[in-house]
């Protein structure tokens, strides 16, 4: 079976709803996964490595923090944005992950909540990858219900003084920074955000073994005890849960993008397969009704996702998103591209369990997306409580 090379999906003329300008970030970050990426990503999702030589050339197209403003950062508008992730993660999940943490997560929220001086620090040598970062928020107890969380930082004289775990940390052992979430005990228990410096003593990043799952993303339990930091590392403008579900958005919103590649990788990949392999009287797989409709249902599905996060985009430049908007779209997006993995490796038979193609390492790296910055269920939640007024947590 000759080599399948990505073709790029557009049933309806969905190009023609996107400027010029998008299209270009587009198509620019399409070539750089396919010359850069996909050549090495079977290597590194068999031997569970990061790869790492990316992050330099990533951070020179301007991929990190891409929709801030300002400290040297891309500026690019939420479409554009947005057509980025899917392209990374046409190439592999942990690779857009590792962006998204990078930049939705840490960038994000230093520029939101932090102060000028915090900013000059992180900002410029982030956006170039110089200085890597990851954001804790979960815990090993507390994943759904991050309100719960047991990580608490004492104020003490002109320091914070922090304790506690958190678990399943993105970039964990490879940040120079962390965005950590704890409560603060002198002020009611409320939660606010820290940089946390990595090196400092007591602190431990330990990474997960054993995924069958984001095999290319770094993912880690950290550990925090007694890590002083100074007064000058809160985030002064975080003020509570909602700040770091303000990160979270950001992040769904490209999750919901990136999906959309996943799906459109899986997709052409069983359709390419289908047309050129051939069962029962030389026909190809493809000339079958049962066939066919597999394909039907991914185009659809493939189809309507990109419409949906393409209005997502648009309210989101006009500054009309919702949050409940964001949800939907990464609920629905993440699913949808999970079946379409599961369809494609179906109709590639033995052949799509194999990594000589793309598809069950999509479809074991959607499984963390599925589940990860807020489950299918929570979302389904979220939609449930903005459509009836009803909290069904
Ligand atoms: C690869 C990977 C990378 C990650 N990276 C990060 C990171 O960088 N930073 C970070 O902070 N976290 C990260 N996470 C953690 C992720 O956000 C959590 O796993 C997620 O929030 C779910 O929490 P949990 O795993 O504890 O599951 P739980 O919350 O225990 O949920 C288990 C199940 O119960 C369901 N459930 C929970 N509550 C309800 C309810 N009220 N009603 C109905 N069903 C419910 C869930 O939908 C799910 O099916 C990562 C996770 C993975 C897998």
Redesign the pocket.
């Known amino acids: 079976m000759p080599a399948i090379k990505f073709r790029g999906v557009d049933f309806i003329q969905f190009d023609s709803l996107l400027t010029e300008e998008e299209r270009l970030v587009r198509d620019t970050t399409r070539q750089f996964i396919e010359d850069n990426l996909v050549p090495i990503i079977e290597e590194c999702n068999r031997a569970g490595r990061f790869p790492r030589e990316l992050v330099k050339p990533m951070g020179d197209l301007g991929f990190f923090g891409a929709s801030l403003k300002g400290y040297g950062c891309a500026g690019m508008g939420n479409v554009e944005y947005g057509l980025m992730t899917q392209e990374l993660e046409r190439g592999d999940s942990g690779v857009r992950s590792f962006v998204s ?1 990078q930049s939705a ?1 840490v960038m994000y929220p230093i520029y939101a909540f932090g102060n000028e001086e915090q900013k000059q620090t992180w900002l410029p040598a982030m956006q170039k990858g110089e200085k890597l970062g ?5 815990e090993p107890g507390f ?3 991050p309100g719960g969380m047991r990580t608490r930082a004492r104020k003490i004289g002109n320091e914070y003084v922090l304790n506690g775990e ?1 678990m ?3 970039s964990g052992s490879i940040a120079d920074v962390a965005v950590i979430w704890a409560k603060v005990e002198n002020e009611n228990d409320k939660i606010r955000g820290f940089l946390v410096e990595t090196d400092r003593p007591g602190f431990k990043a330990d990474d997960v073994h054993g995924k069958w ?2 095999r290319a993303s770094v ?1 880690s339990g950290l550990s925090m005890q007694d890590v002083h930091i100074p007064e000058a590392n809160l985030l002064p403008k975080s003020d509570g849960l909602k700040s770091p579900l303000m990160c979270l958005n950001q992040a769904r919103y490209g999750i919901a993008w990136g999906a959309v590649g996943a799906a459109m990788a899986c997709y052409d990949c069983a359709l390419q397969y289908s047309i050129l392999r051939k069962q029962w009287r030389d026909q190809p797989i493809a000339s079958h009704q049962l066939v066919q409709d597999k394909l039907t249902w991914m185009i659809s599905e493939i189809t309507k996702a990109q419409l949906l996060v393409l209005q997502v985009g648009r309210l989101k430049d006009a500054g009309k998103v919702e949050h409940q908007h964001i949800s939907m779209a990464k609920r629905n997006n993440v699913w949808m591209a999970l079946e379409c993995a599961r369809i494609s490796r179906d109709i590639l038979g033995a052949n799509g369990i194999a990594d000589d193609y793309p598809i069950m390492r999509h479809m074991m790296n959607l499984e ?1 997306v599925k ?8 979302h389904s ?1 979220i939609i449930g409580q903005s459509v009836t007024g009803i909290d069904a ?1």
């Open positions: 943490v997560l990851c954001f804790g928020l979960t994943g759904s219900n958190k399943w940390i993105t799952s984001l993912t963390s589940t990860y910055e807020g489950t299918h269920d929570v939640l947590f």
